[in-house]
């Protein structure tokens, strides 16, 4: 049995080479590849890599680039727990950036964020949960 993650990576690379109307037509050039599969099986893999049908032919999202939190620490200005929230203040014009940043980090229990201009406010199911964002955002200050 082929690998799940070499096969979806052919069918990225298919998906991005030229259209494809029909999962038949995928399974074919599949198989050219050398990847035998199933019409089940392909629609898995398609459903993981949120393949979907537009236009009438098979399109790969776009991946959204986030740009590490790390790199964004000369836009940090400070940092303040609030309860369940952490309240982070950046350069103007950051803040968006610096709010996907820290959603991306998938920090335990960090709820979302809003962001405004300059400011961040993250939000935590629970106090200890807020006190590991803030040591997060500490450590880059």
Do not use: W
């Amino acid at each position: 049995m082929a690998d799940p993650t070499e096969r979806r990576e052919a069918i990225r690379e298919l998906l991005s080479e030229g259209e494809i109307a029909s999962q038949d037509e995928l399974i074919a050039k599949l198989e050219r590849r050398g990847f035998r599969t199933s019409q089940p099986v392909l629609s898995r893999d398609l459903r993981a890599l949120n393949v979907a049908k537009q236009s009438g032919v098979y399109r790969v999202p776009e991946v959204e680039r986030v740009t590490p939190l790390a790199a964004l620490r000369s836009l940090l200005r400070s940092e303040r727990p609030v309860s369940h929230f952490v309240l982070v203040r950046c350069e103007p014009g950051a803040a968006s950036a610096v709010a996907r940043a820290l959603e991306a980090e998938a920090l335990d229990d960090m709820v979302g964020t809003i962001a405004g201009d300059d400011t961040v406010l993250v939000a935590s199911s629970s106090h200890s949960a807020s006190q590991r964002v803030r040591k997060r955002v500490q450590a880059l200050l």
